[in-house]
């Protein structure tokens, strides 16, 4: 096989106290992102979201295949649809399909079937993975690792949101079919979730929960 391209790295080294400045930094941040499904309906511009969606589509991904596509919803007539969609579904859910186990994980957020956010905030950012992708000439290309690329593409999104400023929501109604439908989406495409976005409510709450300690989700073997 012929050697592919290849060009030197663009790293930034920085002195170690800066580093643990900038990792202090960044921790100090991204722990005062929450889950919000309290939103405004205060208008984001549409450049900021662009904007956000570059940090996503450079994650990494298998054979840098990018499997995902997003499609960016702040039509007030689209996002009504997808409400009544969700809610059709989540009404389901939380009435019979969720087994009692999941509805008492559940309590500690005080979810139910009411999803009034997906019309009030400004942009639904749908996550869509891609089954297998399609070339400029329509034939099929294989994706690899699409599960894994997804998330991390979706990882980098909600940071740089929280970044900008915006708060999120990861939301997943169950189950999700109907995201293609309404948007149109092709066979190869699954919905991945929904990413709520805009500012938050002036009286937004949030649940009172507790992270892991350190020293039970990580173990250094040194
Ligand atoms: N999709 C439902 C239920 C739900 C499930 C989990 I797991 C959550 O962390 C949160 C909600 C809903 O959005 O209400």
Redesign the pocket.
């Known amino acids: 096989m012929a050697e592919p391209p290849m060009q030197p790295l663009d790293h930034r080294e920085l002195p170690l106290e800066e580093m643990q400045a900038q990792a202090r930094e960044f921790v100090t941040d991204i722990r005062r992102r929450r889950t919000v499904r309290h939103f405004s309906d205060r208008p984001v511009p549409r450049s900021l979201i662009e904007e956000c969606l570059r940090a996503a589509n450079s994650a990494p991904s298998g054979a840098n295949r990018q499997p995902w596509h997003f499609v960016i919803v702040g039509n007030a007539e689209t996002k009504s649809r997808i409400r009544e969609a969700a809610e059709a579904e989540?009404y389901e859910?939380?009435h019979g399909r969720?087994s009692n186990e999941?509805l008492e994980?559940?309590a500690i957020?005080g979810?139910?079937?009411h999803?009034p956010f997906l019309e009030i905030a400004p942009w639904l950012i749908v996550v869509f993975s891609e089954t297998w992708g399609i070339s400029p000439d329509g034939s099929k290309k294989k994706t690899f690792y699409v599960q894994e690329s997804i998330g991390i593409a979706t990882g980098f999104l909600i940071a740089a949101l929280h970044r900008a400023g915006l708060a999120t929501l990861t939301?997943?109604?169950?189950p999700m079919g109907f995201l293609r439908d309404i948007l149109g989406r092709g066979e190869n495409e699954r919905a991945f979730l929904i990413l709520v976005t805009g500012y938050p409510a002036d009286d937004a709450e949030v649940p009172v929960l507790e992270k892991k300690r350190l020293a039970d989700v990580a173990s250094f073997i040194e």
């Open positions: 989540e859910l939380y969720a999941w994980a559940l957020l979810t139910d079937e999803k939301h997943t109604p169950s």
